[in-house]
């Protein structure tokens, strides 16, 4: 599925009185942390943000049999320490990952994520880079993120 067609699919899902505004699409390295590269929608609040997602795993860097498809999701929540331009947050987040190779299938828990990081919001994009705690190893997660409002075209 293209990516532009997972962010129509989301923006016709979202409840009607939700503005767009407080929504936007990301697409990041090791974001979600279970994975390589990843989509990942974010909704914010003044203070907060909680933010989802779905990443490709690519066989080579897990280690795991390369013919087949794995995939890695996340949920994590943000603490915005202010609003602006430059946004510090902390975040704490968990991760899942599943695969299908010739082998099999399976699935399970890759642990949870706290970190710290900054956006750098502009009207129309921001991006982000985040340092990260994942069952006591560092990880490294950077992005780019667009408003879907920006996205859809909506003036919500």
Do not use: C
């Not at 962010?7 to 990301?26: F, G």
């Not at 949920?75 to 099999?104: A, C, D, H, M, W």
């Not at 994520?113 to 750098?120: E, P, Q, S």
Request: proline residues 3%.
């Amino acid at each position: 599925m293209s990516l532009k067609r997972l962010l129509i699919i989301a923006a016709l899902t979202l409840p009607y009185n939700s503005s767009l505004a407080d929504w936007s699409a990301n697409l990041g390295a090791n974001n979600p942390f279970t994975s390589n590269l990843g989509v990942n929608f974010m909704y914010m609040w003044p203070s907060w943000a909680v933010e989802a997602g779905l990443g490709y795993i690519s066989g080579v860097d897990r280690g795991d049999d390369t013919s087949g498809i794995n995939l890695g999701g996340g949920v994590n929540g943000k603490y915005l320490y202010r609003q602006g331009l430059f946004i510090p947050y902390i975040q704490v987040g968990i991760g899942l990952s599943s695969g299908v190779t010739g082998e099999g299938a399976g699935r399970g828990s890759d642990g949870l994520l706290f970190g710290f990081g900054m956006f750098v919001w502009a009207t129309e994009f921001h991006i982000y880079a985040s340092y990260n705690l994942v069952n006591g190893e560092g990880l490294a997660q950077f992005g780019i993120g667009f408003p879907l409002a920006s996205i859809t075209g909506s003036k919500n």
